[in-house]
């Protein structure tokens, strides 16, 4: 502006000259005037409007994350050039000229000004119905198209009541716990059907690292692996009693890996996070860290300690090893055949190879050789077995003490081979690292309560099935420690969500009928070991509740059968049960003698089980109590 046309401008005041003003004070009188600022704005509210679909664009065709973040550096840079351009040229009547060339009288910036102004109106408003659509109108729609199956069913069931009180006018509102979250299994998208043990893999390890983050509750691989096929968002939250969801997808290439995920309030249906990660494989445990340390920042979680170091205790950088590792565990945790068990125990052996460190594959093989062992036919095999399992186990405590799966390998070797001691140990140690890991939960929770320690152990497997509600297992460890506890009643219950979740599971009917028979309720008892007769727990039941029923012939012949599938040596403890039961006080006490000799697993029950009450007095059965050192 020259100083005639400041002159000129009845603005400039008539006491003072524009050009006494202080610097600042003129460059932001320039600025204003030329519309710089109204231009800056709308330049940003428009790429904030462009943004948002062009990100959902993206993802659905899957363009590299590289592609989004260079878009955004465009318009990054596209904002000086706006601002630079808004100060150097002006538009006219005759369009475009540099600002310098406009005389002041010809000058129509007042009016660019107003037209700013509406165009910035404009677009706030084209913002705002699309965040009032997307946000509210269509979440809401797709609510109302999907009914909440868990909340009809309780609906229909309180409907159906045999006391015939009314159902509630409405069904109880939804309230999980706060910071409460399920993993889903992360899509395979790879496109071969053989790389599903690595998303299902990485979605395991990304479970357990969010389990790692204290103040957050992640429901655990089983319940949350049973939604495998068919998610469905609200489903999966009330089954669970989760608030929040996390999938995802996963695509994997030679070297590098892709991973989508996405984070949804289970309550609103919200979108609360979500982002793409191309990464080399080497990177996953560092990618891991961060995905479970930004969900936690969703989940508005205080973060306590150094995340990454909990997150990456153990593990490895070295792809192949983490490939083989993931198919250890995938081989291991679907056992249903003994034959899983070497196929794990060949691929932890691998990834120890391809990384002599790698604690988590030491402390996998270890719990692997545990049971391989806890099964072995000669008491040599038994031994070689649980030793190389111990060395395996230490080896990982040395590598990483922190490590709450070395411990727990530990505590599952020292157990088996009865030193309760160690045991009781190693198991608090691991509870005390991995308070939210429902297999820890479990074990410590049955051992606890063997122990002696019936109410932590009661209360360690209920915690389990908070975890874990879905997992026959947990509702297995709950009724084991309350039948330990003389809970019988609860037991039968616990027992029955055993069998609702997994009909086939043989052992659980033999366990249910001892629950009932501890009831006093022998026809009950009798029924549910008869459910399923070629298994040895339902075997023992038998004979134990036809010789109370006075059947003792059909005792003996059960019995028989049972002793022609596993000698009296190598069920020696079980045996024993059934002897103390009968009355054969004598029996029973040399069969327990020759289980403490072999050194039998089954005698970690002893202390509690309620087979052996009759024995507790005798001097020969508190011998044997002291020899095996229970911890007080």
Known sequence: MTAEEDRADPSSGATRSRTDLPLHSRLFGQLKQRNVFRVAALYLVVCWLILEPVHVIFHMLEVPAWANRLFVMIMALGFPAAVIFAWAYEITPEGLKPTVEVPHGQSIRKLTGRRLDRAIIAVLAVALAYFVVDKFWISKHLSASQPISGVESQAQSAASRKDGAPAPATPPAFAPPAHSIAVLPFVNLSGDKEQEYFSDGLTEELLNSLAEIDGLQVAARTSSFSFKEHPDIVTVAHKLNVGAILEGSVRRSAHTIRITAQLINAV?????????YDRDLGDVLKLQTEIATAVAGALKVTLLGDVAAKVELGGTRNPAAFDAYLRGAKAYSSIHEAKDIPTAIAAYTEAIRLDPHYALALAGRSIALSDVAGHATTEAAAREGFGKAQADARQALALAPDLAQAHLALAFVADNTLDFTQASEAYERALALAPGNAEVLRLSGIFAAYMGRLDAGVAAARRAVVLDPLARSSHGALAETLYAARRYKEAV??????????????????????????????????????????????????????????????????????????SEAGGAYQYATVYAQWGNLAKALEILDTALRLQDPGLEYLKTDPLLDPLRKEPRFQAIERALKFPN
Not at 526 to 535: A, G, M, Q
Not at 547 to 561: P, Y
């Open 268 to 276: 609103t249906g919200f979108h609360l996070w979500s982002k793409t």
């Open 493 to 566: 219950a616990a027992y029955a969500e055993v069998i609702s979740l997994d009909p086939d599971f043989k052992e659980t009917y033999g366990s249910r009928g001892l629950a009932y028979y501890g009831l006093g309720d022998l026809q009950s008892a009798r029924v549910s070991c008869e459910t399923k007769l070629d298994y040895w727990a339902s075997q023992r039941c038998l004979a134990v509740i036809y010789d109370k029923l006075g059947r003792h012939a059909d005792a003996e012949a059960v019995l028989a059968k049972w002793k022609a599938v596993v």
